[in-house]
């Protein structure tokens, strides 16, 4: 387990021959995950839109035109989130993972009732994973008591481009979030997008960041960008399938015992694409028809795509 790759290590990975970098990570794949168990993961937001950050790609950002009214309200709703926990449940999934559109998570009720519900979800037997911004020593300890899984929080691109696509917070108090929850005992989840106008070096140098952190995050998001009318990314031009397969053959290179989750962007995928990512490496989706805001494949066609890769579904984790 490395955590000193260097920058032109990582570059010469992402730019092998692509059949040269796919044999290299199926043999990391096979070997960690012999049987190609995916995990199915479903996605909640739990409180959408009006948030006080400026990342660029974010439909739920107060700086950004884009539409996201007309959600449930379930901040407080601690019973109608658990049931739809339950019903992932019930679909396939074995991680509820739930998000809140906030800058940092502060105390009061809807904290409270964010701790409920990973309990609830926990008791259902399900891995529970929160996203919500930044958080204190103090919250990430409450949110371990309460039998949090996993925290995310993304690095979303290299600390060069970083400027380009958030201004209201830096890549530091990114990392500061990641050391609190990691000291606090949580797993974590970190990881980025492609599609945002960077270079090829700037996956490398966030793919190197990642790896740097020790250990490794245990669950790795790889984002194609979602381009949302009504954010200054709308027009960005879609991400090169075969650009998020590299990242995805080459995280698990770097981060082999790291879960590498196929996330947003699927929907520009074909079926095809999906199934070289789950030969190289990845080992986990988003599961359910919407991610927080955007659409995802419906849960028939992701069973019907699991079926043709004839990959298992990871049952318990
Ligand atoms: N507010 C919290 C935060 O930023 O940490 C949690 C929610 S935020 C929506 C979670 C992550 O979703 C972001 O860090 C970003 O990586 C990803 N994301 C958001 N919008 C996206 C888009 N349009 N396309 C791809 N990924 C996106
Ligand atoms: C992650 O890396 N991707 C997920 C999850 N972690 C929270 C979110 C994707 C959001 C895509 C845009 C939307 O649906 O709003
Ligand atoms: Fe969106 Fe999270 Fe950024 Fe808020 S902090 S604008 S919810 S990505």
């Not at 739809?84 to 739930?98: D, E, I, W």
């Not at 919500?132 to 990430?140: F, P």
């Not at 990392?175 to 090829?200: K, P, V």
Request: glycine residues 6%; hydrophobic residues 40%; charged residues 20%.
């Amino acid at each position: 387990m490395r955590h000193d790759w260097s920058l032109a290590e990582i570059e010469a990975l992402l730019q092998l021959p692509l059949v040269d970098l796919l044999w290299q990570a199926q043999q990391v794949h096979r070997q960690v995950n012999p049987n190609y168990e995916v995990q199915l993961a479903s996605l909640l937001s739990v409180r959408t839109g009006g948030c006080e950050e400026d990342c660029a790609y974010c439909p739920q950002s107060l700086h950004n035109s884009s539409d996201v009214t007309g959600r449930p309200e379930l901040e407080l709703q601690v019973e109608a989130v658990l049931e739809r926990a339950k019903a992932a449940q019930q679909a396939g999934a074995n991680r509820f993972c739930m998000g809140w559109a906030w800058r940092e998570i502060r105390d009061g009720a809807p904290f409270e009732a964010m701790l409920e519900m990973v309990r609830g979800v926990r008791q259902l037997g399900l891995e529970a994973c929160v996203t919500a911004g930044m958080i204190t020593n103090e919250q990430a300890q409450r949110l371990a008591a309460a039998g949090l899984t996993s925290y995310n929080h993304n690095l979303d691109t290299s600390p060069e481009h970083y400027g380009q696509i958030i201004s209201t917070r830096t890549y530091q108090e990114r990392l500061e979030t990641l050391d609190r929850a990691r000291r606090a005992g949580l797993s974590l989840c970190c990881g980025g997008i492609i599609g945002m106008g960077e270079q090829l070096r700037d996956r490398a140098s966030m793919l190197q960041v990642l790896a740097s952190l020790n250990p490794h995050p245990e669950s790795v998001p790889i984002n194609g960008l979602v381009a949302v009318e009504g954010t200054p990314l709308e027009d960005q031009p879609p991400f090169e399938p075969l650009d998020l397969l590299r990242m995805v053959a080459t995280a698990r290179i770097l981060m082999p015992r790291s879960r590498v989750r196929l996330s947003a962007g699927r929907e520009q995928l074909n079926r095809e694409a999906q199934i070289l990512c789950l030969l190289a490496g990845a080992d986990s989706i988003f599961y359910g028809d919407t991610l927080l805001t955007t659409a995802n494949p419906a849960v028939e066609t992701d069973r019907a795509l699991l079926a043709a890769a004839g990959v298992q579904v990871l049952e318990r984790s």
